[in-house]
């Protein structure tokens, strides 16, 4: 069943029905004023760090699950009936209802007797604040006199706090009110220098900023007494729950419309000027103004939305593709370089299933994301990478994740995941073949931030390299530390105690468990290292570490293989983790995956069976699951893995972060039907027809669903912020379409299915436009180039002559 439909033209996804399964939201901004915002209006704002600067507040876990929210009411001051055009929070049936969720923008519509409402919400580019516009029409046959409310709850800024200490907050809160806006100031008297304000562009008939006014005593949102009773009480808040609500009346002729703009935003005073007169104590409120008297006016939002709209057509248009599948044009065209980008501004700090107040940027998470996000903000990848190298630790370890705000290394998780090191690599060579920016590696960087302790980044990914050989277990192969890839996995943990962290909490000494996945890892972070040591003229160190990975591949061969497929691990007894002799958890995704991926077993078939053994253990067709058969009870000797209930997250669920490893494992083996299929169970436009079974928005990616042994398989969760995101574009523009950047130029080696006659690609790539079309000839993966007419040996595209603009190429596929 669906809820909606894709209108690809305008880059939107329409919901026509407001009772979706879960909220399905969008995010709003993409520099540093940022907002989620679900289909019915739920979400909340805030500037930079989603727990430190909270602006709007919001009750996770709520019932409904989605409320609160950025909201308008209309009133009907004839008859007093009243409802709200997004449906939230009263529920009224609406007679038509529509949400646009567009490139960082949200539309949401909807007619309610002969009254039509539509809210399009935005942040501009290069602002701090979000635009409502919102545009009431009467179709009705008679004049309409009617009321509009906002409303919005201000958060006092730490969200944590906020939603804790109730003994401090509830006396704390104060706002001021100059000209109908209400300017948020709570701890603004003290140490902060900043406030956020809500503005309206019509002359109002009144206003709320204390919460119980607005909603009246045991009452709720969808029947606020401010809004039942047609008038507001311009209430003032000291203490308890500052508001921002404004009432506008407005009568309308048969047909006509109105416009109604509200500004939302966040500001901040140089300290010295943080008060006006300077010895008072109220708020500076010049360059908010000049900001609020731009945005009032509707033809500036207009204005304002239109940059938006062409910035997010450049980004997109930096490649496009043409293929026979519409799921896949509509996700690589639009909605999973989108996503790519949210999981860059957000990291893994919030959505609809990560709070904000959790999770700083991971190390891992975040190298690994950028192979998603590279090509479009190539200069925000650079500074990525300089911050995240920056918390890289003298050993070549990692701090596990870091704080926006501050970029310093988060203590409390520390660091000691062996696989970190790794994506540091993979990161900075995605980087340098995507720009040819190798002057990055010279750039000075400290070490855990130090001053004083900075190398060239190149040394970073000497000590990345050296970590894991400093760190070889019993059998050869990587030690595991708290956890590899899978944060749940965690042989050296061994609590038994309620409530303690499985991923910082070590009771070995870890020298024994081992990690067959980093060994995997270990050969991808090599080889890409030993290319750039060749490109820096350093022949002899390129030839050690290619000596190093040539062990450890024949180390995987030897420890690693199982009969049938790859092995997972060794456990603090160097017991197999991941083998026919396990009870439970014989076989892992992540080894087949990676392991064929880096392309262990290739020449002799070992690659071949182990994707075979996949197929038939572990792919069902929502995609495929992480391990089988799945843990029933919890092993103290494996951790967080077998604390999930069976087919859940880590244990068993279809993680869907990892199907792309063995997407691009099976074009390594050459067999683009079974790549495509994978990448098609998985693909959230072609699950579209099973909404009310996957129930995440069919638009983006969610990190998990549900896998066979649970019982609601096929059920997606924790949409949005997922290296799923980055994975499966990397895996289907670079290896199944075969679009892929090289050091030397791009490379066209397109594994895609049988049936396909071909396919087309514009791709930008350092400032030249790639017009390329693939055309098969035959059913084999065998590349044929014409490059501007000409034949070219092999299947990399030559780097064009300074100044070209663009470029033609043919290949035919044999
Ligand atoms: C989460 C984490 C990621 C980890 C994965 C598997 O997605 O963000 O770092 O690799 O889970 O445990
Ligand atoms: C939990 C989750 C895992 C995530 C980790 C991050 O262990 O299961 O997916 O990576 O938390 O801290």
Known sequence: MKYGYFDDQKREYVITQPDTPLPWINYLGCQAYFGIISNTAGGYSFYRDARLRRITRYRY??????????????????SGEFWSPSWQPTRHKLEEYSCRQGMGYTTIGSKYKGIEARTRYFVPLDENLEIW????????????????????????????DDSTNFQRNFSIGQVEIEDGVIYHKTEYRERRDHFAYFACSEKLAGYESQREAFLGAYRGWENPVAVERGHETNSVAHGWAPVGSHHVKISLKPG?????????????????????????????????????????VAANADAAFKKLTDYWNELLGLCQVDTPDVHTNRMVNIWNAYQCMATFNMSRSASFYESGIGRGLGFRDSNQDLLGFVHMVPERARERILDLAATQLPSGGAYHQYQPLTKRGNNDVGSGFNDDPHWLIIGVSAYIKETGDWGILDEAVPYDNAAGSETPLYEHLQRSFRYTLERLGPHGLPLIGRADWNDCLNLNCFSDTPGQSFQTTTNKEGKVAESVFIAGLFLVAGRELADIAKHRGLGKEACSYLCEVTKMEKTIREHGWDGEWFIRAYDDFSRKVGSKENAEGKIFIETQGFCTLAGVGLEDGLAARALESTRKMLATKHGIVLQQPAYSKYYLEYGEISSYPPGYKENAGIFCHNNPWVMIGETRVGNGDQAHDYYTRINPSAREEISEVHRCEPYVYAQMIAGRDAATHGEAKNSWLTGTAAWNYYAITQWILGIRTSFDGLLIAPVIPKSWKGFKVSRKFRGVTY????????????????????????????????????????????
């Open 771 to 814: 017009q390329i079309e693939v055309q098969r000839a035959g059913d084999g993966n065998q590349v044929a180039l014409e490059v501007n007419g000409a034949a070219v040996q092999g299947n990399l595209v030559p780097l064009p002559a300074a100044g070209t603009k663009t470029v033609s190429v043919k290949a035919t596929l044999r």
């Open 133 to 160: 516009q919102l545009t009431v029409t009467n179709l009705r046959e008679q004049a309409a006199e009617l009321s509009v409310f906002s409303v919005i709850e201000f958060c006092l800024w730490d969200a944590q």
């Open 256 to 296: 006509e419309s109105r416009q109604v703009v509200f500004v939302l935003g966040y500001q901040e005073n140089p300290r010295e000027e943080k008060f006006d007169p300077p010895d008072s104590q109220i708020i500076n409120k010049k360059s908010a103004k000049a900001v609020i008297a731009k945005y009032r």
């Open 61 to 78: 876990n709520n019932a409904p699950f989605d409320l609160g929210g950025r909201y308008v009411y209309l009133r009907d001051d004839a």
